[in-house]
């Protein structure tokens, strides 16, 4: 199972809420989860934006180049140019 960023920080905001540490937490969420990769200081980032009120769960918009999305149309275009 692909562990979305989204689900291991939903996760994280709840294990904040009922009172585990982040080291706890992102034990469980690698327990419950094999290939998820929250780590200790991964949870305590999460945990402290969580305490300042920041409650989204995605990353904020970034600047700089976007990534490829579709490998498809990435793979085409690389073909074309050939």
């Known amino acids: 199972m692909d562990v979305s960023k989204e689900l291991d920080r939903g996760c994280l905001l709840y294990d904040l809420k009922v009172g585990l540490s982040a080291a706890a937490s992102s034990r469980r969420i690698c327990q419950a989860f094999e290939d998820?990769?929250?780590n200790e200081?991964?949870?305590?980032h999460?945990?402290?934006k969580f305490r300042s009120d920041e409650l989204?769960?995605?990353?904020?918009a970034r600047t700089g180049r976007p990534h490829a999305s579709d490998e498809e149309a990435l793979q085409a275009a690389i073909e074309e140019d050939s």
């Open 36 to 38: 998820s990769d929250v």
């Open 41 to 44: 200081r991964t949870a305590r």
């Open 46 to 48: 999460w945990f402290q």
């Open 56 to 60: 989204s769960l995605c990353d904020k």
